[in-house]
């Protein structure tokens, strides 16, 4: 089982910054063949990937949050930070961290981003 723990509730004005933090419970060789990574869903929208970190290293990143978002991984502590920059207001929502591969999905509960114009 693994179990995901959000960090980094913020409310933040628009330009600012805030970073996010996952960390998983589950013991290495479990959470590091998974890709890891963070999605958000804002009202009335559907859930979208933000950011992740494959197994092997490589990143993806939404073209909204390219260049303004940094996603990094420790393998060893098991976690996962999301590094947010020059946030707008169509950043709010609320964003989960994930963890998967194939038919496996593991997510957290849940954290609240809103950036103020």
């Known amino acids: 089982q693994v179990r995901l723990a959000e960090s980094g509730v913020g409310l933040v004005q628009a330009g600012g910054s805030l970073r996010l933090s996952c960390q998983a419970s589950a013991i290495t060789s479990v959470i590091n063949p998974l890709d890891m990574g963070w999605y958000r869903q804002a009202p009335g929208k559907q859930r979208e990937v933000v950011a992740i970190?494959?197994?092997?290293?490589?990143?993806d990143y939404a073209d909204s949050v390219k260049g303004r978002f940094t996603i990094n991984r420790d393998y060893a502590r098991k976690r996962t930070l999301l590094q947010m920059s020059d946030l707008k207001p169509e950043d709010t929502a609320l964003y989960y961290c994930?963890?998967?591969?194939?038919?496996?999905?593991?997510w957290g509960a849940g954290t609240q981003v809103t950036v103020s114009s």
């Open positions: 970190v494959r197994r092997g290293g490589g990143t």
């Open positions: 994930y963890a998967g591969r194939g038919d496996r999905e593991y």
